[in-house]
């Protein structure tokens, strides 16, 4: 029987070895953030793979019309060379003005393609409704759609020929202001939360700067700034980023059935437990027979139909308890399983309480 291979991916990175990170790599700054822009906008320059007769696009465009002082009925224009687009973009953290940012645009319409399109000069606002963004430029697109030419041609295409990108096509108008030291400490929210590692934080932290952090929860650690840098609030943050923690791991299991991939963190523990397995292939094949009959009599076609059952012989097989996933890995491997068995089997030691880690299934 015919099997489709699954990529498998096991990760493991044993806590006695595993190098720290320090702490700008865990965390970040409470109050030093991204916000997200959005606006929409007219990609002119399509060579007739715009929109084909959408209302928006002619409305829009001849509303840009009237900024040049032209006024210009929308049932008289084509959008073949035009799209609607709308464009997203992140400004990030203490953005000045004059700041170039990047952004995607998307066809909201029926276009087929935004190659060799530009983007015409469009607003881009923030959740208040000011707009923080202007953006133009050329649209860069990572695919294509092509075919020959006239009826019956056959098309390619290749990725996503109506998404586009315009690198550094945003500049900042108004800033954003962001406050992280304003009352006397700066609050670091872990990026992946764990009791554990908020508690090495904070001790790591006081060692250098005694008494000064707390570890508020999983997520956040409190750090008061010292008399010696008021007034320097930027030496002091950098330097809490660069000290070295050493983060802890859940034990956990994740599988992605869409694609095949199973990963595991280096605490995965595995209880002695006997797996059995094996496979049933049921085959059903039709054919169709011919039949002929006395002469003078019309040829017959009698379809038929078999169906073969074969099981594979299954046997119990003992994995030890191991101490690392390494060990657990192997173990599971031996057992001579493909990917989409090996998520069943996980999934069933788990239910019976043989697998020592949290299981995530997408």
């Known amino acids: 029987m015919k099997r489709i291979c699954s990529l498998i991916v096991l990760i493991a990175c044993l806590a006695s070895v595993c190098e720290a990170g320090r702490i700008k790599d865990l965390a970040t700054l409470e109050g030093s953030r991204d916000n997200q822009l959005v606006g929409y906008g007219l990609v002119v320059g399509l060579a007739g793979d715009g929109d084909s ?71 881009l606002m923030g959740a208040d409704q000011q707009v923080y963004a202007v953006a133009q430029g050329p649209i860069q697109v990572g695919g294509f759609i092509g075919g020959a030419a006239g009826p019956g041609g056959a098309t390619v295409q290749k990725n996503h020929p109506t998404v586009g990108m315009i690198s550094n096509g945003a500049i900042v108008e108004r800033e954003i202001n962001m406050n992280v030291s304003d009352l006397g400490y700066v609050n670091w929210l872990l990026i992946n939360p764990d009791y554990s590692t908020a508690s090495r934080m904070a001790e790591a932290i006081n060692e250098i700067y005694p008494h000064s952090t707390t570890a ?55 209880s002695t437990v006997a797996i059995s397995h094996g496979a049933l292939t049921i085959s059903i094949t039709s054919n169709l027979n011919v039949s002929q009959p006395n002469a003078f009599s019309e040829t017959a076609v009698t379809p038929s139909t078999e169906t073969g059952v074969t099981e594979m012989a299954g046997g119990f097989k003992i994995i030890n308890e191991f101490p690392t996933i390494q060990q657990v890995a192997a173990a599971l491997n031996a057992v001579g399983v493909t990917t989409r068995e090996m998520m069943s089997i996980l999934q069933e030691m788990k239910s019976v309480g043989a697998l020592q880690a949290e299981l995530i299934i997408k």
């Open 53 to 123: 007769s959408s209302d928006v696009t002619l409305n829009s465009l001849a509303n840009s019309m009237k900024n040049f002082g032209l006024t210009v009925d929308a049932s008289t224009l084509r959008a073949d060379n035009v799209a609607a687009v709308m464009i997203t973009a992140d400004i990030p953290p203490f953005a000045r003005e004059g700041t170039r940012i990047n952004v995607t645009a998307s066809s909201i319409g029926d276009a087929e393609s935004l190659q060799g399109g530009v983007l015409i000069k469009s607003s």
């Open 216 to 270: 508020l929860d999983s997520a956040a650690v409190k750090v008061a700034i010292p008399e010696i840098y008021v007034g320097r609030e930027v030496d002091f943050i950098s330097s809490i980023g660069a000290i070295n923690v050493n983060p802890d791991t859940p034990a956990r299991v994740v599988i992605n059935e869409r694609t095949g991939v199973i990963v595991a963190t280096s605490e995965v523990r595995v």
